[in-house]
């Protein structure tokens, strides 16, 4: 008898019977994402990301796990508990994206243009003041919220390569 890619041996077959011990898959009810714009250089993308993450868990402490430890009990500090999704989008797909987060109400954190040519925090946050809303140049925003909020916020943008 000839198989067909859909047909598995009885040995790869799994039962998930009471006994089971094979703990569930995590889903996570929100998600974190960042949308970065799609003429970004690779060096600026990775700086941005950076960035634009290290907000969301100082905003929303529950995204943050537990500390880790190695088995010689050195200690690392916590990450965030659920994947970052990373897309990419054009200058107009992240300016719709920061109005539909900004309507939600959603955590946030942005990049814009002018903060390549700053060099620390001060000056980044007066570069972002400087700007009504919607005139910011942005190259990056990330945002935090319940799955289906955020997927409406990134729509028109794809998943980064």
């Given at each position: 008898m000839q198989r067909t890619y859909k047909t598995m041996s009885y040995r790869g077959r799994?039962?998930?019977?009471?006994?089971?011990?094979?703990?569930?898959?995590i889903r996570?009810?929100?998600?974190i994402a960042v949308l970065l714009r799609d003429d970004l250089e690779p060096w600026q993308r990775l700086n941005v990301t950076a960035?634009?993450?290290?907000g969301l868990g100082t905003e929303v402490p529950e995204v943050v796990g537990e500390p880790y430890v190695d088995a010689d009990?050195?200690?690392?500090?916590?990450?965030?508990?659920?994947?970052?999704?990373?897309?990419?989008g054009s200058k107009e797909t992240l300016t719709a994206a920061h109005g539909k987060a900004v309507a939600r109400a959603l955590p946030?954190?942005?990049f814009t243009s002018d903060l390549f040519a700053t060099g620390n925090d001060r000056d980044n946050r007066a570069?972002?003041?400087?700007v009504p809303t919607g005139q910011l140049?942005?190259?990056?925003?990330?945002?935090?919220g319940p799955r289906n909020a955020?997927?409406?916020v990134l729509k028109g943008a794809w998943m980064h390569p």
């Open positions: 799994q039962s998930r019977g009471m006994n089971d011990s094979t703990p569930e898959p996570f009810d929100t998600k960035f634009l993450v290290s009990d050195v200690a690392y500090l916590p990450m965030f508990r659920q994947p970052v999704l990373i897309f990419e946030r954190a942005l570069a972002v003041r400087a140049d942005l190259v990056g925003l990330a945002v935090h955020v997927d409406k």
